[in-house]
């Protein structure tokens, strides 16, 4: 069964930066498109970036462009996302995904 565990959440003040990672365990990682998404209080999960196999392709939603950067180390079956800039907005549960789910998530509440 697939198996991820994401870290790195936490509170940090608006202007802060957070690095978050997501393992993998028991699954193909270097095979899959990999994705964060985040879910804010009382809001829909929103995607965040996606990364392709072999890293050939990187995308970002408008307001991950030039704060957020996603990556992925294939012999660590790990996913990252580092956070830089942050805002009160981007208060949310953060989760890393594929085509096949998403793991449990790490909080990242952005408050002074």
């Known amino acids: 069964q697939v198996h991820f565990v994401e870290s790195g959440g936490g509170l940090v003040q608006p202007g802060g930066s957070l690095r978050l990672s997501c393992v993998a365990s028991?699954?193909?990682?270097?095979?899959?498109?990999m994705s964060w998404v985040r879910q804010a209080p009382g809001k829909g999960v929103e995607w965040v970036a996606s990364?392709?196999?072999?890293?050939?392709?990187?995308y970002y939603a408008d307001f991950a462009k030039d704060r957020f950067t996603i990556s992925r180390d294939d012999a660590k079956s790990t996913l990252y996302l580092q956070l830089n800039s942050l805002k009160p907005g981007d208060t949310a549960v953060y989760y890393c995904?594929?085509?096949?789910?998403r793991g449990q998530g790490t909080q990242v509440t952005v408050a002074s």
């Open positions: 995904s594929y085509v096949g789910g």
């Open positions: 990364i392709d196999r072999g890293d050939t392709n990187i």
């Open positions: 028991s699954f193909n990682f270097s095979r899959y498109k």
